[in-house]
T-cell receptor, first 114, second 118 residues
Framework: ETGVTQSPTHLIKTRGQQVTLRCSSQSGHNTVSWYQQALGQGPQFIFQYYREEENGRGNFPPRFSGLQFPNYSSELNVNALELDDSALYLC?????????????FGPGTRLTVT | AQTVTQSQPEMSVQEAETVTLSCTYDTSESDYYLFWYKQPPSRQMILVIRQEAYKQQNATENRFSVNFQKAAKSFSLKISDSQLGDAAMYFCAYRSYYSGGSNYKLTFGKGTLLTVNP
């Protein structure tokens, strides 16, 4: 069974640029959530995708957008990067089955905006 | 909105000793899940233990156990026989029991950095 993978591991971008982060869900999982973890903080929920549709969103502006593909892999896109977007971005996949499921996290992508 | 508070930014323990990490939360819901996650330097968030709010019995996983006090909205993690591999950042997290919208999201505390001294 393949775990959750994310790419790239590290990324450096300039303010105002756009970035795409990728996540490959654990085999059989149809739900993916994205979290932003600033340095010294706990992860903050960005949004969740279930069967290719956004299923809930945290307090993040529209320049944070996502996609989920038929194979349940996912992308997080951030436009007009700001310095405060520097963070570790985590994705977590799960198999939604009623109330009881566990989220499996990937190792994250460290984004630095200069 | 739910909040999770971890009041201990850092804790240290001697190898083989016991340590307790504290967590409090605020919610108006009666049913929910609580979790402790471990994040080692490799950054991968690993589930340590979970507790369903409707269960009165405290969860236990090998050397890890919780003290869940629903009325006090307290959820502490006890690590017994601490090992060097337990050194990591530990996060307490809350999830609503109810489905729909962003209810599946995890709400995390700021974390407690645990150091294990040999």
């Amino acid at each position: 069974e393949t775990g959750v993978t994310q790419s790239p591991t590290h990324l450096i971008k300039t303010r105002g640029q756009q970035v795409t982060l990728r996540c490959s869900s654990q085999s059989g999982h149809n739900t993916v959530s994205w979290y932003q973890q600033a340095l010294g903080q706990g992860p903050q929920f960005i949004f969740q995708y279930y069967r290719e549709e956004e299923n809930g969103r945290g307090n993040f502006p529209p320049r944070f957008s996502g996609l989920q593909f038929p194979n349940y892999s996912s992308e997080l896109n951030v436009n007009a990067l700001e310095l405060d977007d520097s963070a570790l971005y985590l994705c977590a996949s799960s198999l939604a089955k009623g109330q009881d499921y566990e989220q499996y996290f990937g190792p994250g992508t460290r984004l630095t905006v200069t | 909105a739910q909040t999770v508070t971890q009041s201990q930014p850092e804790m240290s323990v001697q190898e083989a000793e016991t340590v307790t990490l504290s967590c409090t939360y605020d919610t108006s819901e009666s049913d929910y899940y609580l979790f402790w996650y471990k994040q080692p330097p490799s950054r991968q968030m690993i589930l340590v233990i979970r507790q369903e709010a409707y269960k009165q019995q405290n969860a236990t996983e090998n050397r890890f156990s919780v003290n869940f006090q629903k009325a006090a909205k307290s959820f502490s993690l006890k690590i017994s026989d601490s090992q060097l591999g337990d050194a990591a950042m530990y996060f307490c997290a809350y999830r609503s029991y109810y489905s729909g919208g962003s209810n599946y999201k995890l709400t995390f505390g700021k974390g407690t950095l645990l150091t294990v001294n040999p």
